[in-house]
């Protein structure tokens, strides 16, 4: 069978969808992929290496060049969720879903995807360290990070050297999933790498969407698609919403052949 009728048949028969996303759903938004060959990670800023700026060491010692490089760098202002993070808040509407995503833009509840665990946590807000007061990062690069409090606006974003403190939130949520979907990683970075298997890859089914080949390209449960997530999902979506509609007019036959 076709991989993408084949995709749209499991989308559409799941009911409890779980989808990881990593950079490749933000890069077709225009978004750098941090980790790519001529990604952000790629060269130095000012001297520095981007994960030694992205560190909680340099975030105390330099927060000026810390936001300096927030501002420049990772910045998502002016940039938009595409039709791939539309796409999957219009599924969210009709089934149990979360998504875990490793990247900061928040642009799946931007496009109104609401159950989302981001377990890098975002660029969208900062937290003021002492008060705890939260303010929009857009704000804090035009206001300064000194609180009114005298304390200093730290992102919501988890850095290099600090723990991942929603995986475990998001490992528990994976099991209970009755779908594997995962776009836009090659699932090579640890802690996300492990989802797969914390959900029970062996045992249930996966969809990758990915440019790249994956560790799970030839794996028996798993799906993969080799392309494009915005263009893969949207020819998905056209495949589900006819399974969909031929369910329907079933479903109607058979209320029929009932009052009959
Ligand atoms: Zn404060």
């Not at 002016?78 to 490793?102: C, D, F, V």
């Not at 209970?176 to 995962?182: E, I, T």
Request: charged fraction near 25%.
């Amino acid at each position: 069978m076709d991989k993408l009728q084949y995709a749209a048949e499991l989308i559409s028969a799941s009911k409890n969808l779980m989808v990881l996303t990593g950079a490749g759903m933000s890069t077709e938004s225009g978004l750098k992929d941090f980790r790519s060959k001529d990604g952000l990670a790629s060269g130095t800023y000012e001297g520095y290496y981007p994960e030694e700026i992205l560190s909680r060491g340099f975030f105390y010692h330099n927060t000026a060049l810390f936001y300096q490089y927030l501002k420049e760098k990772l910045n998502v202002s002016g940039y938009s969720p595409n039709k791939g993070h539309q796409i999957l808040a219009e599924w969210e509407k009709k089934r149990e879903m979360t998504i875990i995503t490793q990247n900061i833009d928040s642009f799946h509840q931007k496009a109104g995807s609401i159950h989302v665990i981001e377990v890098h946590g975002t660029l969208a807000e900062c937290t003021c360290l002492k008060c705890r007061m939260e303010k929009p990062l857009s704000l804090v690069l035009k206001e300064g990070y000194t609180c009114p409090c005298g304390g200093i606006y730290k992102p919501n974003i988890v850095l290099y050297d600090e723990e991942v403190t929603e995986i475990s939130r998001a490992f528990s949520v994976a099991r209970a999933g009755d779908l594997l979907m995962v776009l836009g990683t090659s699932l090579k970075v640890y802690p996300a790498a492990s989802i797969p298997e914390i959900y029970g890859i062996n045992h249930k089914r996966g969809i990758i969407i990915n440019r790249d080949e994956t560790l799970y390209s030839h794996h028996y449960n798993v799906t993969e698609i080799n392309d494009g997530i915005g263009a893969s999902l949207q020819k998905i979506e056209r495949k589900k919403k006819k399974i969909e509609s031929s369910r329907d007019i079933d479903q109607t036959t058979q209320v029929l052949d009932k009052e009959e």
